[in-house]
């Protein structure tokens, strides 16, 4: 815990204590070290993880030597790594606007093995449509059926429609605080069509990231584009970028509609792999503004957000 010296906490002690060593020729120096004993607590706290090699792939062995977790930049012990089991609440963000129209067939044959490896290990998803306006097309659910014959298979572009990718992550990520989702995964697939969202990517940002989401996008480069001189686009990209890797995630580009399938299935095994890390956090009356988690291992990667919200269970639909 650390204090200033004008606020130290009750029951702390402050002692200086001084030593000499003797060094050669007789020359003696004296050396002050100041010994602070503060009675403070920690408690744990928890950071779902993806530990994955250089070509992505979940690493397994994995203990708490291979990783730092820092808050507001000062290393915290970490207590221990294991299997993360709570289920998984994913947003599943689908770009249907116009410049995805070719997209469409290649998205609904990529997304329906990706909802059936997560659901059938009891993680939910609810598909939100991204052309014309955010729309929810079918809530959060574990039913394969479901999500598949009421969304994922009931996919079609809107003509004449652009993106609204910003306004659906910010509706998402309320949606994520309302509910206080203990575990929540935003993932959005999109095109490089127009955006027409009036949103700041600052932001946007914000939202995610006080939602506790882990963000992961990808990026069709094949197709329509939008200008990059558009204000709308120039936000997205932002977005994009910063949303992704400040939140946990990554921003895949995919520049081939051929090569959906193998990204979608990637980024299945990433979840399906992640971790719970716990650590010791000291107690504070200012929450760290910061938690950041790395690997200290050789040709491993390490991300994830810290569990920022009560858990509280919602009902699914």
């Not at 469409?104 to 659901?119: C, D, G, K, S, V």
């Amino acid at each position: 815990m650390t204090f200033s010296p004008r606020l130290r906490p009750a029951g702390s002690t402050v002692r200086i204590v001084r030593s000499t060593a003797t060094l050669g020729f007789g020359l003696a120096l004296a050396v002050a070290t100041a010994v602070v004993s503060v009675g403070a607590q920690s408690q744990p706290r928890k950071i779902y993880t993806s530990l994955v090699d250089k070509k992505g792939a979940p690493v397994t062995d994995v203990t708490p030597a291979d990783l730092v977790v820092r808050e507001d930049g000062v290393a915290r012990e970490i207590l221990s790594v294991t299997p993360a089991t709570d289920p998984m609440r994913i947003a599943l963000l689908v770009d249907n606007s116009q410049a995805a129209t070719s997209s469409i067939q290649f998205l609904r044959e990529a997304l329906n093995p990706f909802a059936t490896r997560l659901t059938s290990a009891g993680h939910s998803i609810a598909l939100i449509t991204l052309g014309d306006r955010p729309t929810l097309q079918v809530d959060a659910t574990t039913d394969i059926a479901r999500l598949k014959n009421r969304g994922i298979n009931r996919l079609f572009a809107q003509p004449g429609s652009g993106m609204y990718l910003l306004e659906a992550l910010i509706e998402t990520s309320k949606g994520f605080v309302k509910n206080e989702t203990p575990r929540p995964v935003i993932v959005a697939v999109v095109t490089e069509g127009k955006e027409f969202s009036n949103a700041s990517s600052d932001n946007v940002i914000k939202a995610i990231h006080d939602s506790g989401a882990q963000f992961y996008a990808l990026v069709l480069t094949e197709g329509e584009r939008a200008s990059e001189q558009d204000d709308e686009v120039r936000q997205r990209n932002v977005v994009l970028d910063r949303g992704t890797s400040e939140n946990g995630g990554t921003r895949e580009i995919v520049i081939t509609h051929l090569a959906l399938k193998e990204r979608f299935d990637i980024l299945a095994s990433e979840l399906l792999g992640q971790v719970a890390v716990t650590y010791a956090s000291p107690q504070r009356l200012v929450p760290a503004e910061k938690i950041t988690i790395a690997a200290t291992r050789d040709g491993l990667t390490a991300r994830g957000v810290p569990v920022r919200v009560a858990a509280k269970p919602v009902p699914e639909r």
